[in-house]
């Protein structure tokens, strides 16, 4: 069983509609977790921080859900420039910094 | 946020020879940092932890002696793909932590070196 799984998609999303996928992870007793975004080509950049208690930026809302071990990322109003694969990154306690990379979800946002 | 390059960004070379891909943090210090490899499609694998002034810590099933990982300076790290074979044709990529402030928690990638062997 991988870490960190994803759909990997795609999800073809009509513009200005609500898109939303999860992450399953392995490790229970991981500590931080992190959605990232990339780009055909370039290198991952990260979207949000991951929080217990959730959190919203803009129109994107994470949320972590311990006792199911996934964590989830919803976009709200989806614009053409969401077009991007989503990485969800888990840092296990015990891996000290080091960062597991799910496989990546493809969300292709359409007119 | 913080600036991480990396140069080259593309390199195409011939098989069995070495190529160097060097991984800079601009604007700030970074006493570790991450060498990743990602095949097309696939996501990005950890290939080796590069600590400043001691020796790199490799992932297993990565050949220690086959990606040479240099950290001599606070600010830079190189990797080297000694006699490098087609399959070696990656997009690879460093990151580095900000111990500093507010990205306490984040690491900033560098762009990607893009590496082609015939």
């Known amino acids: 069983r991988k870490e960190v799984e994803q759909d990997p998609g795609p999800f073809n999303v009509p513009e200005g509609a609500t898109v939303a996928f999860n992450c399953t992870y392995s490790n229970s007793a991981s500590q931080s977790f992190f959605w990232y975004r990339q780009d055909c080509r370039k290198e991952p950049k990260l979207l949000m921080s991951?929080?217990?208690s959730g959190n919203e930026d803009g129109r994107f809302t994470a949320q972590l859900n311990r006792a199911s071990q996934y964590i989830s990322l919803l976009i709200r109003d989806s614009k053409l420039s969401d077009s991007a694969t989503y990485l969800c990154?888990?840092?296990?306690?015990?891996?000290?910094?080091?960062?597991?990379f799910g496989g990546g979800t493809r969300v292709l946002v359409k007119p | 946020g913080a600036v991480v390059s990396q140069h080259p960004s593309r390199v195409i070379c011939k098989s069995g020879t070495s190529v160097k891909i060097e991984c800079r943090s601009l604007d700030f210090q970074a006493t570790t940092m991450f060498w990743y490899r990602q095949f097309p499609k696939q996501s990005l694998m950890l290939m080796a932890t590069?600590?400043?002034?001691?020796?790199?810590?490799?992932e297993q099933g990565v050949e220690k002696d086959k990606f040479l990982i240099n950290h001599a300076s606070l600010t830079l790290s190189t990797l080297t793909v000694t006699s490098a074979h087609p399959e070696d044709s990656s997009f690879y990529i460093c990151?580095?932590?900000?111990?500093?402030?507010?990205?306490?928690?984040?690491?900033?990638f560098g762009p990607g070196t893009r590496l082609t062997v015939l």
């Open positions: 990154v888990v840092n296990p306690r015990a891996a000290g910094n080091k960062l597991t």
């Open positions: 990151s580095a932590r900000d111990l500093s402030g507010r990205t306490y928690n984040e690491q900033f």
């Open positions: 991951v929080y217990s």
């Open positions: 590069s600590n400043e002034g001691s020796k790199a810590t490799y």
